[in-house]
T-cell receptor, first 110, second 116 residues
Framework: NAGVTQTPKFQVLKTGQSMTLQCAQD?????MYWYRQDPGMGLRLIYY???????DKGEVPNGYNVSRLNKREFSLRLESAAPSQTSVYFC?????????FGQGTRLTVV | AQKITQTQPGMFVQEKEAVTLDCTYD???????LFWYKQPSSGEMIFLIY??????QNATEGRYSLNFQKARKSANLVISASQLGDSAMYFC?????????????FGGGTRLMVKP
């Protein structure tokens, strides 16, 4: 099934560990986004990339870094995980009137 | 200031009735787009409908329609003939234009519960 693929689906980290969440889309979309969703809340924008080679901070960028490796891939890195980063992470891609999401990554930091 | 506001944290609707979910937005960009998503309990985000700021007519997709009132900066989702499977969280989102770097920001969501 084409679309937005996120890996991993689940992850448990210890405080201070690092990890990278991967996202790839095969729809040739220019814009890609990373969000976090805390329980019972909406989606908050962490970082986004309007096109290959550009990235910008969203509402809650602290503690994260991103890489737009090419048009297909947009990764999110946690350099030193903290319990406050426990959340569900969604990647999305958009072109024009289409915007689609990956299945989400449930991350727990203990 | 909130860019997208959904003022109804939760709503009930009787099966087969219509329901309106409210969304207001704030932008100074003349070019923008509005999206609605459904998030069932399984967690995935399902795209429902899109309205562009220059679209003359309200968007419709099956049982979903968007009541777009540009002067009031509102983009309410109308679901006709509600079904039990419509029970979910619903999110409104706005894509701003080039001036804002094509950000896509979300409201806090509305939980819709359809009663049999």
């Amino acid at each position: 099934n084409a679309g937005v693929t996120q890996t991993p689906k689940f992850q448990v980290l210890k405080t201070g560990q690092s990890m990278t969440l991967q996202c790839a889309q095969d729809m040739n979309h220019n814009s890609m986004y990373w969000y976090r969703q805390d329980p019972g809340m909406g989606l908050r924008l962490i970082y986004y990339s309007a096109s290959e080679g550009t990235t910008d901070k969203g509402e809650v960028p602290n503690g994260y870094n991103v890489s737009r490796l090419n048009k297909r891939e947009f990764s999110l890195r946690l350099e030193s995980a903290a319990p406050s980063q426990t959340s569900v992470y969604f990647c999305a891609s958009r072109f024009g009137t289409e915007a689609f999401f990956g299945q989400g990554t449930r991350l727990t930091v203990v | 200031a909130q860019k997208i506001t959904q003022t109804q944290p939760g709503m009930f609707v009787q099966e087969k009735e219509a329901v309106t979910l409210d969304c207001t937005y704030d932008t100074s960009d003349p070019s923008y787009g509005l999206f609605w998503y459904k998030q069932p309990s399984s967690g995935e985000m399902i795209f429902l409908i899109y309205q562009g700021s220059y679209d003359q007519q309200n968007a419709t997709e099956g049982r979903y329609s968007l009541n777009f009132q540009k002067a009031r900066k509102s983009a309410n989702l109308v679901i006709s003939a509600s079904q039990l499977g419509d029970s979910a969280m619903y999110f409104c989102a706005m894509r701003e234009g080039r001036n804002a770097g094509n950000m896509l920001t979300f409201g806090g969501g509305t939980r819709l519960m359809v009663k049999p």
